[in-house]
């Protein structure tokens, strides 16, 4: 990505000082393909993808036209599509698992597949990976029945239909890091697709960053409390993380770290790089791994040790999820694609390139980001060391906030690698992230003390 503008966001005590103005410089070639997002694209894929007529699980694998063997098919062709304009650099496969047996959700051993698209970076010293995920499968009420009309064209034909689409377009573009787009199965049995990816993501030691899992992104209408909303979405981020050694926990402990986890700064970094490229969407962070007692896709990652949220809907409706396609008492019931509001279904795809897009074109994360911890001082110095790996940064930004905020509300940009602040580490949070000429900025790093004195 070359002779972009500079990228600079000041985010000026929003919350204290109500009216401050924000500065935002939006990188073109960002832009553009956030802009090149197609609402009537995403409605195709959709009603494509119910057409199916069920991808449960259980359903047959062997017909052309109906069930969860014709849906991964499509998917795998409709990204392989994408291969010519990406110069060889999008490879599309099946990763195939057993899953199923004695005490488990599905009962008889069965194999399921994952398709898996690999958009290869474009510097082969960066081993950075980047991923977005979302479901291929789907139910109705019974979920031991994979012959019955399972239309989930909201959960989650609406977030593979986003895959789809950022395929089609970032494929066609060249980043540092590597992005992989999947479309998981086994869901609807228990993020058995996911888990798969996680565990060999865990033993093969990827330089996995960032997780997204997108599941539901396409109800914009609340059952019972007839809501509507498709100006907002939430991100879910774990607070104290899945995976957490006791040494883990007790750094946590000592900077008070608890709404700074890994996730929890991937989100955050997700509000401020979406709302940047997307108008019209308010991305609300959520402080719960996902909704109250529920996991998603992204879980299994987390507990493996990675950074991973999940972007959903702001209001869900009951009357959709899981039913059985019916009409009762004039009300409709199940999850069909008419009732997908497409264009929210585009915004929410916004936010997940542009984030995606940022952060592959970013330069490494600063390494070993300290806070001094030696003598007392109503002053903070953090200080840092440039990445090894990938290309340099131009600079770093270091973010701030008051402990009790949710957002990170100042960002400075310093040159040095290192830097003394007037403001005392007991009642302000900390943190730094690289950024290169063009503005792209890296995942957030939350310091660690140290007593090393940097000169
Ligand atoms: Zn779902």
Not at 151 to 175: Q, T
Not at 232 to 255: I, L
Not at 432 to 446: A, K, L
């Amino acid at each position: 990505m070359k002779n972009l503008v500079l990228t600079i966001v000041f985010s000026l005590f929003l919350t204290s000082i109500a009216f401050a103005q924000t500065t935002i410089n939006r990188d073109p070639e960002i832009k553009q393909m956030v802009d090149e997002i197609s609402k009537d694209n995403i409605e195709l894929y959709v009603r494509k993808l119910v057409s199916f007529k069920t991808r449960h699980n259980l359903s047959t694998q062997n017909d052309s036209n109906l069930g969860i063997g014709a849906a991964w098919n499509w998917i795998k062709s409709e990204m392989e599509k994408s291969i010519p304009a990406s110069n060889g650099r999008l490879s599309v496969e099946f990763m195939n698992y057993k899953t199923g047996g004695e005490k488990q959700r599905i009962k008889n051993e069965i194999e399921l597949k994952n398709v898996i698209a690999t958009l290869k970076g474009n510097d082969p010293s960066d081993t950075r990976i980047f991923l977005v995920s979302a479901h291929l499968d789907s139910r109705a009420f019974d979920n031991s029945d994979g012959n019955i009309t399972a239309p989930g064209a909201n959960d989650d034909a609406s977030g593979i239909a986003a895959i789809l689409e950022m395929v089609r377009i970032m494929s066609k573009k060249e980043f540092s890091g590597t992005i992989i787009f999947t479309a998981v199965s086994g869901e609807e049995h228990g993020l058995l697709g996911a888990a798969h990816i996680a565990s060999i993501a865990k033993t093969e030691n990827w330089n996995l960053v960032a997780m997204l899992n997108n599941d539901m992104i396409g109800n914009s209408g609340s059952s019972e409390t007839l809501l509507n909303d498709n100006m907002r979405v939430r991100v879910f981020s774990e607070g104290v993380p899945a995976f957490e050694t006791k040494q883990m926990a007790r750094a946590r402990a000592f900077s008070s770290a608890e709404n700074d986890g890994k996730a929890r700064q991937l989100a955050r970094y997700i509000k401020e790089i979406g709302e940047r490229y997307v108008d019209q969407l308010t991305v609300t962070l959520i402080y719960r791994n996902d909704r109250f007692g529920r996991g998603g896709d992204h879980t299994p990652f987390c507990k493996e040790g990675f950074t991973a949220v999940r972007i959903c809907e702001f209001n869900e409706n009951y009357d959709r999820t899981h039913q059985v396609v019916r009409e009762e008492n004039g009300i409709h019931y199940g999850d069909t694609p008419e009732f997908v509001d497409y264009e929210y279904v585009r915004k929410n795809a916004g936010i997940n390139l542009a984030t995606l897009a940022n952060l592959a074109s970013a330069p490494y994360a600063p390494q070993n980001v300290g806070i001094q911890m030696a003598g007392l001082s109503n002053s903070t110095s953090l200080s840092w060391e440039e990445p090894e790996n990938g290309k340099k940064p131009n600079g770093y930004y270091v973010l701030i906030r008051e402990t009790y905020q949710p957002l990170w509300e100042r960002k400075i940009f310093v040159k040095d690698t290192q830097i003394t602040l007037p403001y005392s580490k007991d009642n302000y949070f900390f943190a730094v992230q690289s950024v290169d000429v063009d503005g792209h900025e890296s995942e957030i790093i939350f310091p660690s003390p140290t007593r090393k004195n940097k000169n």
